[in-house]
């Protein structure tokens, strides 16, 4: 019975290719195609304007050199939106659920970053490595500390995207599988899971937002700290 549960993160085959790539390829279908007008439909309209929404949100933090990279974190921030939201659609499959994924998206923007900030101001980069005003008996301990957290960042940015929608996705399955084992032995209590898995279908689709927001907003801070 377990590992039924955990059958919906595996990526699903056709004649043994693995058809993770297409699952992340199919939200781009879903974006209108443009054509010769800038705005020609409410659908264009609505598009236009939740990109511009993201782009100055994401952008806030950062200085005008950082907005060179409004294209790379706008269209990261997109693609893990329409992933993570289709994901809650049944018999789909969530590509952000595995955790390879998620750090080969994770990793090689990190290490951007840090190769962006010692590449221009090679001094303030590494002065991240040791606090001001630290004890010298401390500065090997705190060097080590601050290193070992610089370089468990992509691991966290993947982690912490991968735990949340796995629990997500593991309780919406848990609590189905209970309202349908419930149905015929206790109407009443049955009803009442169903109206706990409705409310736990709309606080998924918050945390699907939520996250792929953090996922790009903690990008956007790390890029920060580096220009």
């Not at 304007?49 to 994401?58: D, E, R, Y």
């Amino acid at each position: 019975m377990n590992l039924t549960f955990f059958d919906q993160f595996t990526s699903p085959c056709l004649l043994g290719v693995p058809l993770i790539l297409l699952s992340m390829l199919f939200p781009t279908l879903l974006l209108p195609s443009p054509g010769n007008r800038w705005i020609t439909n409410r659908l264009s309209t609505l598009q236009s304007w939740c990109i511009t929404l993201i782009t100055k949100q994401l952008l806030t933090p950062l200085n005008k050199n950082g907005h060179k990279w409004a294209l790379i974190l706008t269209s990261l921030m997109i693609l893990l939106l329409s992933i993570n939201l289709l994901g809650l659609l049944p018999y789909t499959f969530t590509p952000t659920t595995q955790l390879s994924m998620n750090m080969a998206l994770a990793f090689p923007l990190w290490l951007a970053t840090l190769l962006t900030g010692l590449r221009n101001q090679p001094s303030a980069s590494l002065g991240h490595l040791l606090p001001e005003g630290t004890p010298t008996p401390l500065i090997p301990a705190l060097i080590l500390i601050e290193t070992t957290s610089l370089l468990i960042r992509p691991l966290a940015l993947g982690v912490r995207l991968t735990a949340n929608l796995t629990a997500g996705h593991l309780l919406i399955q848990l609590i189905s599988t209970a309202t349908t084992a419930l149905l015929s032995i206790m109407p009443a209590v049955s009803i009442l899971t169903s109206i706990i898995l409705l409310l736990l279908t709309i606080l998924e689709v918050a945390v699907a937002m939520i996250q792929a927001y953090v996922f790009v907003l903690l990008l956007s801070l790390y890029l920060q700290e580096n220009i």
